[in-house]
């Protein structure tokens, strides 16, 4: 497998929002349909009553959220990570682009106004803000060979 470019490495953050969200969406679902079961109502328990204990279910369901949680973790901990190292970066206008874009996953257009400049502007910056992340960090994205 070949070493990530540094722009397909800070891309990562997109796919992680999109991962964290998904996992915190099903965790809720988790912890809706644990409210549910754990009703005592006669409705509740003759949903559940089909086959399994309702103990069993809610055991169940919690362990599933205990994952979700420890991957939402691990999720966070990369974000953290390419976050930390995007703040490394010696020029500010750099850390700006680069945070603003991965990290905040903002639009090229909302960059450029927000920061006041063209958007021909942003580009540049951004080739330059990589150059310079991939000399920072040049372990990550050289290959050994």
């Known amino acids: 497998m070949r070493p990530l470019t540094p722009k397909e490495y800070l891309m990562q953050i997109y ?8 996992k915190l969406s099903e965790r809720q ?8 079961s754990t009703d005592t109502s ?9 086959g399994r204990p309702t103990e069993d279910v809610v055991i169940r369901l919690m362990r599933y959220n205990d994952q979700a949680n420890e991957y939402i973790d691990e999720l966070a901990d990369l974000k953290i990570q390419i976050a930390e190292e995007i703040m ?6 750099h850390r700006m ?15 450029a106004v927000e920061q006041e400049y063209d958007l021909r ?11 310079e992340f ?4 040049p372990s990550k994205f050289n290959s050994p060979c």
């Open 15 to 22: 796919d992680l929002n999109k991962e964290i969200n998904s």
């Open 29 to 36: 679902e988790i912890m809706s349909t644990l409210v549910k």
């Open 42 to 50: 006669r409705e509740s328990i003759r949903t559940l009553d089909v």
């Open 88 to 93: 490394q970066l010696e020029n500010n206008n």
């Open 97 to 111: 682009v680069l945070r603003e874009r991965y990290i905040k996953c903002k639009k090229w257009e909302e960059v």
């Open 121 to 131: 502007w942003i580009y540049r910056l951004h080739g330059n803000a990589l150059k």
């Open 134 to 137: 991939r000399g920072k960090f």
